[in-house]
């Protein structure tokens, strides 16, 4: 697990959108194939800058259902909460509710 955060008055130089690229960046280059992570729904105004970084969004208490080769995981929400995730592989995405496209070889 890792935190992603800048504080509060470092906002508006980039700072968070540099952080966010090297975290993608390097679970890249070691063959990770999504970002997951939530945020609290009382903080909309922090969704503008993921997106901006390739962060998709669930619905504030939406769960999270990563579809595996061995089945599928349900990550649950509070209502306070939104799931987010970076597909870092052309052959993840995120549809119906489920994040698919996943395979076995990189799972941590």
Do not use: N
């Amino acid at each position: 697990m890792e935190w992603l955060l800048s504080m509060e008055g470092s906002w508006g130089h980039g700072l968070g959108h540099r952080l966010a690229g090297d975290l993608v960046r390097s679970h890249t280059r070691q063959g990770y194939q999504a970002v997951l992570g939530g945020i609290h729904a009382r903080k909309p105004y922090l969704a503008p800058c993921y997106e901006a970084d390739g962060f998709r969004f669930l619905p504030p208490g939406a769960p999270l259902d990563p579809r595996l080769p061995v089945g599928r995981l349900r990550y649950p929400a509070e209502p306070s909460m939104r799931h987010l995730m970076c597909p870092l592989s052309p052959a993840v995405s995120y549809r119906a509710g489920e994040l698919q496209g996943l395979s076995a070889s990189r799972l941590s």
